[in-house]
């Protein structure tokens, strides 16, 4: 593979900064260069700086990209996803636009169940097929890196086919995968009536047999009235640990289900969705060093208007990281840039903060902050380059294409022009 | 030209119905047809019908447009945007994210008028360029014909440059533009200690000479508190129709203004905006056939939650038409997918009222729904192909990349792949 060099980039936007999680007044420091460049050779991140600098030393067989008027941004990581699932939910989404809420929807058969009958009647192959499809929707809005749940096949056996979608996926695409186990996402209807002992499935069963076989590196839980309660939640996020998985969570979107208190005292990576949670519960977050991740599309796309506290968690000095949520149901957005525009429009987040909370906070709320999430010398080529001269128009020009061409450890994976 | 033939479109959704805008139930009947065919001839829709119709009697050297899976709409109208301007405003954008509201930006000198003094400074063939390069935004979108208003010149000169910037773009691009006047967008800072002067103004030089060269269809105002109250409103409206301009009217976006008793008495085509609108002038509006022009993608974009009664105003009656308002402050997207997003999640249209608002019922508003707006026979072979099955997808997946290809007057003009 020949060396590449980016050069002129009206905003090299490298997101340079100390090695951990960005926090307070860290995450308006974005570390742009102007009439900026970068080198990368295989694969990795030789230097970045002045196209000055990086053009004074160019190797010989140099591939030259040339980047004028252009931004360039790390890869977005995006740090929530349910991917790898059946058909759609577009019958739900007219009801809800003619006035049934999700939770109506929900308690009449429909919602994450109807995914999961979907997902069940469709091969492996199927599967594979549909998410493959979606895939290349991440990569063209800018996405390189992102996280992908289970939770929509609800046994041990449909768990399982969902996680191998989601290994192949890895193995087959230029996007990099991080698998979360989401066994404990609903109570499938043929536990309807003894959900203790679907608890007790996912426990002795689905999790060592995930683990075993490494097919997942994060266990995650919806913990929410009328799915998971604290009880059982602490017991299935527990012995996830005992397995070696680390811990996400989905807390407080439709109640306050105190599992942010949980999420705090059990040492979990990440609090998600966080609509209800208070301040004292934001507090315990952040001295926990927990880092929540903020879903404003699930927000949006349900017709809510209440949005998580994001100025209040920036103002606790909570390490904040934003994702799609994308899933069938109650956020069918691939699009980071999209979620930056909500961050920006419904959170009063500023598009600095947006886009630190998508690469690198993100990054380490995966566990990769180490390789991915910047554009430093030793981290990973991925990076995007965007049809405009500034990187707030990313979250301004809302619903506009503005992605030029996507780069996955030097290579080009993806050119919408 | 040779003819073309789409055949095998999963849904062709022809608008097919009366020759006049749709109301009440009318708004969801989109005349689909599965497995759908269509022949263009000379750039002219021929016919419609099954695949298995159109297929059976395809002339020799018929070009075949393969639909397998796909969505076949009328190319979206966008009913009302703002498109030539100088700059952005992603200043003032991160100011709102950061907390300032729409209406402390404008007092303190943002707002309209900074996007009237970047306008001003930029050269009729630089103003065209950057108008050049957003429009490509329109056509990705699926739009092939868009209403554009002047209004960021604010005197005679700078209002006329605008609007010939606008007839270039109908001679150089595919997309159809429909030339509104909008002088009275604001009143200038130069006038702004004597603004019955700038009404002057406007009524004895700008309209005249406006409709004299030809430049405009409609005439268009800003009724609004600090803008134009509603006796300056009609004093240039009256103008404008006895110049034999047709006339669009902003009301009710910030403040009620009262200005939707105007657009009824007066016989405005169309009312646009309505956030603050109540039931009597629905009723108002009604009575008198204006057609409402709701744009949700403002009210989002300035953080707002109220939308205008969207439901209301098809219960009265009324002949719903969604636009973009695309303009550098309280709108920045040319999407008209992400304004059926809206639609259905904030304001609960269902997606098949939102397509009729977007296609037929806008082309009819812009004096056009007897050539464009619908696929049947005799009209203008200008329509979209989307990557989903299911034509509610295209609001569904929102932030999607989901146009396949573009065309007007059956010539591609746009492929997304």
Request: aromatic share 6%; proline share 5%.
């Amino acid at each position: 593979m020949k060396p590449r060099a980016i050069l002129h980039a009206s905003q090299l936007v490298t997101l340079a900064g100390p090695k951990r999680p960005r926090v307070g007044a860290e995450l308006s420091a974005l570390g742009i260069i102007e009439d900026g460049g970068m080198l990368v050779r295989d694969g990795v991140i030789v230097a970045t700086g002045s196209s000055d600098q990086i053009a004074r030393d160019l190797p010989n067989d140099i591939e030259v990209i040339e980047a004028h008027g252009r931004v360039v941004l790390p890869g977005f990581v995006d740090a929530h996803a349910h991917p790898v699932f059946g058909g759609t939910r577009v019958d739900e989404f007219e009801m809800r636009a003619r006035g049934a809420t999700y939770e109506e929807i929900a308690a009449s058969g429909g919602g994450i169940r109807s995914t999961v009958r979907k997902t069940r009647a469709a091969s492996e192959a199927e599967l594979l097929a549909q998410a493959q499809k979606r895939v290349q929707w991440f990569l063209r809005s800018g996405t390189t890196t992102m996280e992908a749940k289970s939770g929509y096949g609800l046994s041990l056996e449909e768990e399982l086919k969902i996680l191998r979608v989601i290994r192949q996926l890895n193995e087959t695409s230029a996007l990099e995968f991080v698998p979360t186990f989401l066994g404990a996402h609903a109570i499938p209807e043929e536990f309807a009536d003894a959900p203790e002992q679907y608890v007790t499935l996912v426990i002795d069963e689905m999790l060592p047999t995930v683990a075993e076989q490494g097919l997942a590196e994060y266990c995650d839980i919806f913990c929410e009235r009328g799915y998971f309660d604290l009880a059982d939640s602490e017991k299935i996020l527990k012995a996830a640990q005992s397995h070696g998985l680390r811990l996400r969570m989905h807390v407080d979107q439709l109640t306050n289900s105190g599992g942010a208190f949980l999420a705090a005292r059990i040492g979990a990576a990440t609090a998600d969705h966080l609509e209800q949670t208070n301040e004292a519960e934001i507090a315990a977050l952040a001295e926990a060093g927990v880092q929540p991740v903020l879903l404003p599309a699930s927000v949006y796309a349900l017709g809510k208007t209440r949005y998580p506290k994001a100025r209040a968690m920036i103002d606790a000095g909570l390490a904040v990281v934003l994702g799609t949520d994308f899933n069938p149901g109650s956020s069918p957005t691939p699009s980071i840039p999209m979620v930056l525009s909500l961050a920006c429009t419904q959170m009063k987040m500023t598009p600095a903060e947006g886009i630190t909370a998508s690469t690198i906070n993100a990054a380490y709320s995966l566990n990769r902050g180490e390789r991915i999430g910047s554009l430093e010398a030793g981290k990973a080529g991925n990076f995007t380059v965007f049809d405009c001269a500034d990187y707030r128009e990313i979250a301004y020009w809302f619903g506009t294409p503005l992605v030029h061409s996507v780069y996955v450890e030097g290579e080009c994976v993806c050119s919408a022009r």
